[in-house]
């Protein structure tokens, strides 16, 4: 099987104003006065997690439950996988 490398896979499909499945953004997020120091420090208490959790619940059930805007939700989701 050959390798697939994700950023070149984004770079060849996407062109920057649509969303990830394709359709186009008609209300992108705005940061304007971004402060993640409360999303950060939840992510980083996740601790006990069930060893057969799955992906989808880990990131809707644990990781980005708490937060209502997309841009919270990416933040949360990288600080988890980045500190794993």
């Given at each position: 099987?050959?390798?697939?490398?994700?950023?070149?896979?984004?770079?060849?499909?996407?062109?920057?104003?649509?969303?990830?499945?394709?359709?186009?953004?008609?209300?992108?997020?705005?940061?304007?006065?971004?402060?993640f120091?409360?999303?950060?420090?939840?992510?980083?208490?996740?601790?006990?997690?069930?060893s057969?959790?799955?992906?989808?619940?880990?990131?809707?059930?644990?990781?980005?439950?708490?937060?209502?805007?997309?841009?919270?939700?990416?933040?949360?989701?990288?600080?988890?996988?980045?500190?794993?």
């Amino acid at each position: 099987h050959p390798v697939i490398c994700p950023v070149d896979e984004i770079y060849t499909d996407r062109q920057g104003d649509e969303d990830g499945e394709g359709h186009p953004a008609y209300q992108p997020f705005q940061i304007s006065n971004p402060s993640f120091s409360q999303v950060d420090k939840a992510a980083r208490c996740i601790t006990s997690l069930p060893s057969s959790i799955t992906a989808a619940v880990l990131a809707t059930g644990y990781v980005c439950r708490p937060y209502r805007s997309a841009v919270q939700r990416l933040r949360a989701i990288f600080t988890w996988c980045s500190e794993r």
